[in-house]
């Protein structure tokens, strides 16, 4: 397989997978809108020859269809699948070479291996400006690496096997940082690199850190993979690429001898600058907050070097497909550590964090008189729990009852939640707890609240399948839209503080109670655009769960407490845009325009057919 990004890319090419961009394209905004056009299209990877200030080339879209990336580890997947299934002791294709013998053998040629002198990387030493300093989009706060390999060693236990390889952006230019000298990083204190950190502020010392920018494909999937318990990212990374990470130290950082770039430095105990704001992968920009500074050591470059780069932005993006390729490789995973658990789905177009759908088990069944959910409850808290999955918001969860279910046919599946829930007694909330810290729809920076709709039994109702007449000609409430059977988008006047939205949403279900009952419309969707909200499911995910907080946005008709759980009649959700959420990614118009000449006749661009 690649011992370089440079192999992959002329791969790519020769298998008509990758496009080069000859035309002077600047950094600031064109390269990210050239990659959105082309990533929506549908398009080849794009090799940037001509990238203004900087002698380096740039490529992005590497990773941007299931194909490309599927073609890209063509010949190690399948043997790295299966070392990732022995879940339970993944070393034991190592304790057991003749029970294991194939997934031992690959597993002992992944392990890292430390080199000496003459590292490819080390070519020459270059500055933080020298490098492409792209900027995405019109607000954010600088350029940012968005295909970044963080390396960090644990304090206590220094050494490879120890460390941690994560991807958490890098913002290299912008705010108070001191050019050259100053980079911040953005990660939450969870993480990896956050537990190092912590460790190194007890010792009272700064904890190095390894940048590692480019190499083979394999090292830049690693740094996103959850791994099993005693699999290390620098294994894994082996194994992906069928060829060991070769790692060496300069002035005691870590280096991968293989990445196109590595930049060296430290973080000290309670160094702290604003980072960002920055376009993120909600489809809203994550607003300036202090995070770590790093102060820069060393920059390096490999001889021709190419700096790789995404986009990221509302859903779907290129990080979609990371998403998909994760899913094909750890398999069953969520199923091993969570008991009962079939499937569970981070759904993409609502951001992915905020909305979660689920399947258990029901197990418990056969003792109740009447089926209702009982196991899917402790498995949802389960799920609540673990992992990247606890920073959900809405978790749908239900158990299948003779009817196979699916929770990437999303309409369907929220369809058969809603027939069946009980919403006096099948909404469970979760409040003052955390949330992603990129969604701004909580009460602060990492604080919100969670909502539990569970679901299981007999059908309950039929859903609507046009708008009922109780929702037309309402005073405060105009163009209600279908936007799947059961939700119903209406608009109303904009959200201004939440004071003002109790009492509106109080009139509202006045309003709505006094027409009569309105059972095949569980759910009613609050919102400032019907009409985009109903236009296509993507809209409908996006708006409604990127935009509200479960404990301050949902509301309901004949809603009561009783022994402290809430319920209601009909379901509403306040979606509407609030002044402190963050703001949508717009792309700039004037950009949008000046780029059009790489796609028009002649232009490097011109064979790819936009939307």
Known sequence: MYSNLQECLMDLERNGHLIRIKEEVDPHLEMAAIHLKVYEA?????????????RFRAASNIFGTMERSRFIFRSTWASTENIIALRSD????????????????????????????????????IQISDLPLIQHWPMDGGAFVTLPQVYSEDPDKPGIMNSNLGMYRIQLNGNDYE?????????????????????ANKLGQPLKV?????????????????????????????????RRFNYSYIDGYCVSNDADFVITGEIYPDATKPEGPFGDHLGYYSLAHPFPVMKVHKVFARHDAIWPFTV???????????????????GDAVKQEIPGVKEVHAVDAAGVHPLLFAIGSERYTPYQKVKQPAEILTIANRILGTGQVSLAKYLFITAEDQIPLDTHREADFIGYILERMDLHRDIHFQTNTTIDTLD?????????????????GDKRRDLCREVPEELQHLRTLFNPRLVMPGVIAVQSMPFTDYAAARQELADICASLEARGTLASVPMIILCDDS??????????LWVT???????????????????KHWGCDNMIIDARVKPHQAPPLVPDPAVEQKIERLFASGGSLSEIKLK
Do not use: C, W
Request: net charge neutral; no cysteine; charged share 15%.
């Open 90 to 125: 993944p070393m034991k294709a190592l304790k057991n070479p003749f029970g294991n013998m194939k997934n031992g053998l690959a597993a002992f040629k992944a392990l890292p291996s430390k080199k000496a002198n003459g590292l490819p990387v080390t070519a020459q030493e």
């Open 545 to 563: 769960f990127t935009r509200s907080n479960p404990s301050h946005d949902i509301y309901g008709t004949n809603s009561f407490y009783e022994n």
């Open 440 to 456: 701004y729809s909580g009460t602060g920076l990492n604080t919100g609240s969670k909502v539990i709709f569970a679901a299981y």
């Open 312 to 330: 990221v932005g509302r859903p779907p993006q290129e990080d979609t497909v990371f998403g998909e390729l994760i899913h094909e490789l750890t």
């Open 531 to 540: 009409t985009m909200v109903s236009e296509t499911l993507s809209n409908f």
């Open 42 to 54: 549908g398009g080849p990877a794009l090799l940037f020859e001509n990238v203004k200030g900087t």
């Open 210 to 242: 390894s940048i590692f920018i480019g190499g083979p494909p394999a090292h830049t999937l690693s740094a996103v993979m959850p791994l099993p318990e005693g699999l290390s990212e620098m294994t894994f990374a082996g194994l992906l690429a069928g």
């Open 179 to 199: 050019l050259n000298r100053e980079i911040g990083l953005h990660y939450q204190i969870h993480r990896g690199i956050g537990v190092h950190q912590s460790k």
